[in-house]
């Protein structure tokens, strides 16, 4: 390897964004009323699109990715101490989330994870029973410009 590509890897190391990410799960309970009286969701019980079922309390197991910029390779914020304090932020044995969806949720843990690690992007996976969810990209930087 010549000199030139060699600094070229040194600065891209230096630059790269870095993140850590944990996961954990708990079981939860919720709902989506709207789809008890909505005509797009509630087509008609045995019709393949008919979801109305989701209006009345059903649970999941719900499913969490969290990462989060760190700034350098030596536990900037340590993984086990970051999963245990994301888990506290759900105290109940088992969730009681009303009407939240994926999405919702997501923005809730968002607002924790950005008042105690501010000015870090953070990324956020939620799902029910590991099948379906949302990812969420809150990029702090993108309001700093």
Not at 111 to 125: F, H, M, Q, T, W
Request: include cysteine; aromatic fraction near 12%; charge should be negative.
């Amino acid at each position: 390897m010549i000199q030139e590509e060699r600094t070229i890897i040194n600065e891209t190391m230096k630059n790269a964004q870095r993140q850590i990410w944990v996961t954990f799960q708990k079981e939860g309970i919720h709902k989506y009323p709207a789809a008890l009286t909505d005509p797009k969701l509630a087509t008609g019980i045995g019709k393949w699109d008919d979801v109305s079922f989701l209006g009345h309390p059903h649970r999941h197991m719900f499913h969490f990715k969290v990462g989060i910029d760190v700034f350098h390779n030596d536990r900037d914020i340590e993984f086990i101490q970051f999963s245990r304090w994301l888990q506290k932020l759900f105290s109940d044995d088992i969730l009681s989330l009303d009407y939240k969806s994926c999405e919702m949720i997501a923005d809730d843990i968002y607002l924790n994870v950005a008042s105690k690690y501010p000015g870090r992007a953070v990324d956020i996976e939620v799902s029910e029973d590991g099948e379906n969810g949302c990812t969420i990209h809150y990029n702090w930087a993108d309001y700093l410009r």
